[in-house]
């Protein structure tokens, strides 16, 4: 069928143990149709009474037309209480909507502990490829091929982008990279531990593929990031207890909290509210009565300074503003008396009177003041005779 509901949870193992997980409920026969007829389904999950689903639980769908892919890793936390998820199915096409409920019962797996865990970044993948049984069971194969543990089980699977990896860019041979970690009963082999050797390590650090001998037992189907594989082992009891040692940036120990008591009196803020308004209104105010002393009662006034003042000066002063405003008079009124040197003159031969050279229309400010023979229209040039005698002074 084209249109079908997986699920998937992986257990998880540390130090406390690691969980089973099961899943119990059928799915609605609704959706059936939509299998056939391959409408595109869009499904939301939540917890029963909650908007979201728990923190260890995860859930992808691409597209649509994909299948929808619920994983997750459960916790010490959630051993032996049911989980309830409620599953909504939208029809895009028909507009149809089923739910029902998924119950996911959580078991303790104590009695198969696990202590050396590795984490392997495949770069090829992404979740829900790998979360398929049969990609999942050829990929433990090839782990157990090179690890030959006993018991070898997937932990925990997670996609790059949960561990912030970017979105590959959209094109058909890039993926995303999911997270593999796997648990064993034996520790590490060398092939995993050649990872940890100086030569592998600085090549890492220069952004090289390093050297690992069983690299060629996957690259068939896996392409593994050798620079990102994590070895935990857990048989090493580390304590993580660690003594504060007190220093100059450590306060001293004040013991308790103690809240104040409920029996404080209110305190009253009107006498400080008049008092921020009345200290500076009362100083701006002198400010102004000193203000307006100076401009108004300071004043000596026109005849004080007129006696003060030299006759010559005063004379000399008002000859100056007379002169301004009969120039400024003068400026207003164009119809003045043409100047004498403008008047009509005679001409010399024939007694006519000439007229000026500019109209009543003309600016009088671009009038010549005096006028020369060559600039008279009507004059003739009489030509002078040369006598042959000699003149005597």
Known sequence: MRRRWRQQAAAVAAERGAMRCCAAGPWPALLLTGEISNDPITFNTNLMGYPDRPGWLRYIQ????????????????????????????????????????????????????????AEFFIRNMNVEEMLASEVLGDFLGAVKNVWQPERLNA????????????????????????????????????????????????????????????????????????????????????????????????????????????TLKSRDYYSDFLITLAVPSAIALVLFLILAYIMCCRREGVEKRNMQTPDIQLVHHSAIQKSTKELRDMSKNREIAWPLSTLPVFHPVTGEIVPPLHTDSYDNTSMPLMQTQQNLPHQTQIPQQQSAGKWYS
């Open 62 to 117: 691409r597209t649509p037309y994909s299948d929808g892919v619920l994983y997750g890793s459960p916790t010490v936390e959630n051993v032996g209480k049911p989980t309830v998820i409620e599953i909504t199915a939208y029809n895009r096409r028909t507009f149809e909507t089923a739910r029902r409920n998924l119950i996911i019962n959580i078991m303790s797996a104590e009695d198969f502990p696990l202590p050396y865990q």
């Open 155 to 262: 932990i925990n699977i997670t996609s790059a982008l949960d561990r912030g990896g970017r979105v590959p860019l959209p094109i058909n041979d890039m993926k995303e990279g999911v997270y593999v970690m796997v648990g064993a009963d034996v520790p590490f082999s060398s092939c995993l531990r050649e990872v940890e050797n100086p030569q592998n390590q600085l090549r890492c650090s220069q952004e090289m593929e390093p050297l690992i001998t069983c690299d060629k037992k996957f690259r068939t189907q896996f392409h593994i990031d050798w620079c990102k594989i994590s070895l935990v082992d857990n048989t090493k009891q580390v304590s993580t207890f660690q003594e504060v040692i007190r220093g100059e940036g450590i306060l001293p120990d004040g013991g308790e909290y103690k809240p104040p008591s409920d």
